[in-house]
């Protein structure tokens, strides 16, 4: 058997599923995961030496690509000073201060080492600011694995089909209502009937973790203005979408304010970095100023934070995003004409470096729209376009992502792969 093929069946005798997160297992596209050797610019290369156009971009954080060579060299530079210190150390504040000085809405930030940490916390934060319990987050929407989120959840959750998940005691699920997205009216009748128990709103400004919906004309002014009247406070989700859709994420886009915001991937350059952050506030109910207690071993570890500064220059380059949106248009524009010339019913959506594709006339606009025929071409185009070197998200209910290393040449070589992928289908 093949070299892949044995390294899966020895990951699968001492990691479950082989895999250290779910959606990398190929459950929502079927077949086995591949195990990558290593990964250059906008290419990954598996361990039988395949290469891959690559639009997973590790689920979001290599925007500059793998292996950049300016985080690579500010690693390199961080490690010989030591690893981790469990003090304080000059690096925390240089990317604290960048990331206050590029998102507005955001005084303090708090560094923790994943998305979910950024998110929990944020909840946990809101729920002792507000003395309230109840949170509502929206169909589809996947905000990590903290407990609180894992109700009608998006990403792995959908991927695997999981109702919501075993091991969530009914009386934390409780205290988290859920709503449609994109669906104003149904907030508005849930907030008028417990909004003034509701601690926090939480939402991904964006949705990214049931393929790429995009929030209706009103709908965050709306939910902004929900929280408003009932003294909720508004979390915008930018785990995905900061740094990833705009400089200033989701929230410079639609222009909306939010109380607090989390982050995670792009912020950390690769390395295990989430944040939360936002109103001062806020923020000072958080230990050691405040009473809400948050912690963590690494959080600020000097080469997440080496990393995760070298990349903030990296975007900040002038035109970045601009260059960005170029290189996804392109690739959107020759996928959609790939489908047009080979009859298939296919639309596609992106904004910045982040991208949907749906094999449905138009896209969907809620969770709802997602339909199982859509879901089951996915899994043959992602196999067909697998197998002629171009790495999609394993899942109907991913979002796409590309990098300022996705050139021309890689880009017109994944569209002629979609033109024969289209007509195997
Ligand atoms: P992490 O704990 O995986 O760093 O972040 C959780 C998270 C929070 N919020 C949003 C909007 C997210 O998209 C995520 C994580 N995204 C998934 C991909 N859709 C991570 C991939 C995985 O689970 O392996």
Redesign the pocket.
């Known amino acids: 058997m093949s070299k892949n093929h044995d390294l899966f069946e020895k990951a699968q005798q001492v990691i479950p599923g082989g895999v250290n997160?779910?959606?990398?297992a190929f459950k929502g596209v079927g077949g086995e995961p591949l195990f990558i050797s290593h990964a250059k610019g906008a290419e990954m290369f598996d361990v039988e030496g395949n290469s891959y156009v690559d639009y997973i971009g590790s689920?979001?954080p290599m925007i500059a690509g793998h292996g950049n060579e300016a985080v690579l060299k500010a690693v390199h530079a961080a490690v010989d000073n030591g690893l981790s210190f469990g003090a304080p150390a000059p690096a925390e504040v240089t990317l604290a201060e960048k990331i206050c000085q590029m998102i507005p809405s955001i005084d303090k930030v708090r560094m923790v080492n994943?998305?979910?940490?950024?998110?929990m916390s944020a909840i946990r934060l809101a729920r002792g600011f507000t003395g309230r319990n109840k949170i509502i987050k929206f169909e589809g929407?996947?905000?990590?694995?903290a407990d609180s989120f894992l109700v009608k959840a998006?990403?792995?959750v959908l991927t695997l089909g999981i109702p919501g998940s075993p091991g969530v005691p009914d009386a934390v699920a409780d205290l988290t209502l859920t709503v449609p997205f994109n669906d104003l009216d149904q907030l508005s009748e849930l907030m008028k009937a417990c909004g003034d128990d509701v601690a926090a709103i939480i939402v991904?400004p964006i949705a990214?973790?049931m393929n790429m919906i995009e929030p209706l004309p009103g709908y965050l002014q709306g939910m902004r203005d929900l929280c408003d009247e009932y003294g909720s406070v508004l979390i915008f989700?930018e785990?995905?979408t900061g740094f990833r859709v705009a400089l200033g994420g989701a929230q410079a886009v639609y222009d909306i304010t939010p109380d607090l915001t989390?982050f995670?991937?792009v912020i950390g350059g690769g390395l295990p970095v989430?944040a939360f952050g936002g109103r001062e506030e806020i923020m000072n109910y958080i230990a050691p100023v405040g009473p809400v207690y948050q912690a963590g071993t690494l959080s600020g570890n000097p080469l997440a934070m080496a990393a995760g500064y070298a990349m903030m220059k990296e975007i900040s380059v002038d035109g970045f995003y601009q260059d960005l949106a170029g290189k996804s248009e392109r690739l959107i524009q020759g996928l959609q004409q790939a489908a047009d010339d080979a009859g298939v019913t296919f639309s596609t959506r992106f904004i910045g470096g982040m991208f949907g594709l749906f094999f449905s006339e138009q896209p969907a606009n809620s969770f709802d729209e997602l339909t199982s025929e859509g879901e089951a071409l996915y899994k043959k185009f992602f196999h067909e376009m697998l197998n002629r070197g171009v790495y999609l998200a394993p899942s109907a209910y991913?979002?796409g992502f590309i990098s300022s290393k996705h050139d021309d040449a890689l880009i017109d070589l994944t569209i002629k792969a979609a033109q024969e992928s289209f007509k195997a289908l």
């Open positions: 997160s779910p959606v990398r689920w979001g994943s998305g979910t940490e950024a998110t929407c996947y905000h990590g694995h998006g990403s792995g991904e990214g973790n989700d785990v995905m989390t995670g991937k989430g991913e979002a």
